[in-house]
C-alpha cells in the first residue's frame, strides 16, 4: 500500500477529547476539515487519550466527516496501560506482548473506524520489553496491512538501537523545543539521522506559554522582536526554529482551535536565518554558545 508522506505539521489529537475541549463530532469535524485546509493531513492519537476514549469519538466524526481515507493519514500509540475504569489494572504499567500490541491495536482501528494504522508507535519504554515479542507482532500487524510503517515515543538512542535488532524504527517521538533542546545536545537526534529514524516532537512550544520563568520571559522577549521581523506571530516563530533542524522534525502541534491551526502551517514558509535560530537558543539557554 502507497501512502501519502505525513504533513509537516501534525494535528496532536489528546486535547480534542476529555483530556482537553471535549468537542462534540460536529465540532471534530470541523478541525478536521480546518487541519486539511491548511494542509494537515496527518493525526497523532494514542489508545490511552481522553483515558481510552478520544480514538472513537474521532473514529465516530471521521466517519461522519466524509473525508476520504486516502486524504489523511493516522498515528496511534500503545502500551500504557493506566488506571480506568475502561481496563483491569490495579497499577499503571507499560505492556508489550506481542498479544498486547496486536490487540491494541485491533482496537484502535476499530474505535477510529479504519482498516489500517499509517503509523504505530510504542508509547513509552519498558524495562520489560522482549524485543522478539515485538517484533513478532510488528511484523504481522504489516502483512495483514494493519499497520503500514512502525517507530517509538521518547526512547533514548540504546532503547531505539535494543528495538532495531529485530526490527526496523522509522519514526520517533520525543519531547523538543526552544526550552527542551536536550535531543540536539545529548546524541539523540544525530542517532536519528544516522540511523534514518524519523524525529517527530511534542509539546513543540515547551513552556514559553505555560511557565512565566525567567527563559520563558528572555525567549518571549527575542521571539516578539523575530515575529515583527518575520511578519508571523510568536508561536510561528518557535515552530520555525525547529523545522530548521536538519533532522527534518515534524512538530505534533495539539492545539484545538481552528484559528490557531490555520496559522500554523506559516512555520513551513519561514526561512529563519543562522544568526536568528542561534538568538533564540542563546536566548533559551541563558547563555552564549562556547
Not at 12 to 25: A, E, I, L, R, S
Not at 33 to 50: K, M, P, R, V, W
Not at 192 to 217: A, H, Y
Not at 235 to 253: Q, R, T, Y
Request: glycine share 4%; aromatic share 8%.
Amino acid at each position: 500500500m502507497i501512502t501519502k508522506p505525513f504533513s509537516k505539521i501534525i494535528a496532536g489529537t489528546m486535547t480534542w477529547g476529555v483530556w482537553g475541549k471535549n468537542c462534540d463530532t460536529k465540532q471534530m469535524i470541523e478541525l478536521m476539515q480546518s487541519c486539511l485546509e491548511n494542509d494537515i493531513t496527518t493525526f497523532d492519537h494514542a489508545d490511552i487519550y481522553g483515558d481510552y476514549t478520544t480514538e472513537a469519538s474521532f473514529g465516530k466524526a471521521f466517519t461522519e466527516s466524509k473525508i476520504e481515507r486516502d486524504n489523511i493519514q493516522l498515528i496511534s500509540k500503545c502500551g500504557i496501560q493506566m488506571l480506568s475504569e475502561e481496563r483491569k489494572n490495579t497499577v499503571k504499567h507499560y505492556e508489550y506482548s506481542s498479544s498486547y500490541i496486536t490487540w491494541s491495536v485491533e482496537q484502535s482501528l476499530k474505535n477510529l473506524q479504519t482498516d489500517y494504522l499509517d503509523l504505530l508507535l510504542l508509547h513509552r519504554p519498558s524495562p520489560l520489553m522482549d524485543v522478539d515479542e515485538i517484533a513478532t507482532a510488528i511484523e504481522k500487524l504489516k502483512q495483514e496491512g494493519k499497520i503500514i510503517d512502525f517507530g517509538v515515543s521518547n526512547f533514548s538512542p540504546h532503547q531505539s538501537d535494543f528495538i532495531e535488532t529485530k526490527t526496523k524504527i522509522s519514526y520517533n517521538q520525543i519531547e523538543f523545543s526552544i526550552t527542551h533542546f536536550e535531543a540536539m545536545l545529548d546524541g539523540s537526534l544525530n542517532h536519528m539521522q544516522t540511523r534514518g529514524i524519523k524525529p517527530m516532537c511534542w509539546s513543540p512550544l515547551g513552556s514559553v506559554f505555560k511557565k512565566d520563568n525567567e527563559q520563558s520571559l528572555r525567549v518571549k522577549k527575542i521571539a516578539e522582536l523575530l515575529a515583527l521581523k518575520y511578519e508571523v506571530s510568536i508561536d510561528i516563530i518557535l515552530l520555525a526554529w525547529i523545522l530548521k533542524h536538519p533532522s527534518g522534525i515534524l512538530p505534533v502541534c495539539g492545539t484545538a482551535d481552528t484559528n490557531r491551526i490555520a496559522n500554523l502551517t506559516k512555520a513551513c514558509q519561514v526561512k529563519m536565518e543562522l544568526q536568528d535560530w542561534f538568538a533564540l537558543w542563546t536566548e533559551s539557554a541563558g547563555v552564549s554558545v562556547p
